[in-house]
């Protein structure tokens, strides 16, 4: 069973955590995140700590008690440091270039494919393999580079496509003739 909602939650130095009935911002250095959190949950900021506490052991409150730990731990750690990840094109002619707030994947298809960066998140493309996204917030940096890597998807064959940085692509092996 895991215990993760009874973590402390600590709040470095030039952070500072405001809570507005069910919103919660988070004000750091890099930026501010406000999110909508369950009133199930109760919430108690104290000076540098935030510590969060059930009513009963209901399997949807022990579930929201971890989640909204983690939630408030992300973006306390989003504000402060930010997220990053990076996706690597494994591919003969695959290629990525980044034109303004514009992704464009040249991977295999017949044209190439174009994708509107989100304001909130830096995209940067240091070689035409290689694809950096970073931003305060953990999900929206997670979902964009979902939606990247599900333009190509790496097949099990060759293990052409678009993959996290240490992503592990086991290879099947194809056909044997006679």
């Known amino acids: 069973m895991s215990r993760i909602g009874y973590k402390t939650v600590n709040v470095p130095a ?93 991977v295999g298809y017949s044209n190439p494919v174009e994708m509107a960066v989100p304001e909130t998140l830096e995209v940067k493309v240091p070689d035409n393999t290689t694809i950096n996204i970073s931003g305060i917030s953990k999900q929206e940096v997670g979902d964009f580079a979902a939606e990247v890597r599900a333009v190509r998807s790496p097949e099990p064959y060759k293990g052409k496509g678009i993959r996290y940085e240490n992503e592990f692509v086991r290879i099947r092996e194809g056909k044997t003739g006679k």
């Open 14 to 106: 030039g952070v500072e955590v405001k809570r507005d009935g069910n919103q919660v911002t988070v004000k750091g250095p890099k930026g501010s995140l406000t999110r909508t959190f369950s009133d199930i949950i109760s919430m108690k900021i104290s000076d540098g700590a935030v510590d969060f506490d059930r009513p009963d052991n209901n399997n949807k409150t022990r579930a929201m008690h971890g989640t909204q730990r983690a939630n408030l731990n992300n973006m306390v750690e989003g504000v402060v440091n930010g997220f990053a990840k990076t996706l690597k094109l494994v591919g003969v002619g695959y290629r990525v270039q980044a034109k303004g707030k514009t992704l464009v994947l040249s």
